[in-house]
């Protein structure tokens, strides 16, 4: 069986706002929200890259360009949703996911659970093949700062018997 690898990185300024702030298509209840042209889901996006690189298909950005006004204020789970279809057009299906939330504040263990069934369900997998880890930067950096927000994602994957 042709099992194959993925990595995927994001990070988001965060700014005060009333606009929600989606981590895994979950709102978060918070104050501020990511600066993004997409709805600026960093959890989701680290996801289809992760996705993309192991399919070797480009990434996020050559997929769905920033500078294509179709993209602004964009549902990040439609990425998600065509990501998924390439995968399962290509005969490959998700074993795992491991992710990481890097945020100051707040904390998002609360949402993990919701986090974590709403990516099951977009992406048709079991809920115990995603995990949704969070962690802080101990207040170091940008992130520490409140300033902003980075997600770590790896994926494995594997071919469709045929
Ligand atoms: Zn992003």
């Known amino acids: 069986m ?3 690898i993925g990595q995927g990185f994001d990070a988001h300024q965060l700014i005060v706002s009333s606009k929600p702030f989606l981590l895994g298509g979950v709102s978060i209840d918070c104050n501020f ?11 989701i996006h680290s996801i289809v890259d ?28 439609e990425f998600l949703l065509f990501t998924k279809d390439l995968l399962n057009k290509k005969k490959y299906s998700i074993c795992n996911i491991d992710a990481t939330i890097i945020l100051q504040k707040p904390s998002i263990s609360k949402y993990r659970d919701k986090i974590k069934n709403n990516l099951s369900k977009l992406l048709e997998i079991p809920v115990d093949q995603v995990s949704i880890k969070a962690t802080t930067t101990d207040r170091l950096g940008f992130i520490g700062r409140g300033e902003g927000i980075a997600v770590l994602s790896n994926i494995l994957i594997v ?4």
Do not use: C, M, Q, R
């Open 2 to 4: 042709s099992y194959k």
């Open 50 to 77: 992760a996705i993309l690189g192991a399919l070797n298909e480009s990434d996020i950005g050559h997929h769905f360009p920033s500078s294509n006004p179709k993209y602004k204020n964009f549902s990040s789970s």
């Open 33 to 43: 929200t990511v600066e993004g042209h997409s709805d600026g889901d960093a959890l």
């Open 159 to 162: 071919e469709e018997k045929a």
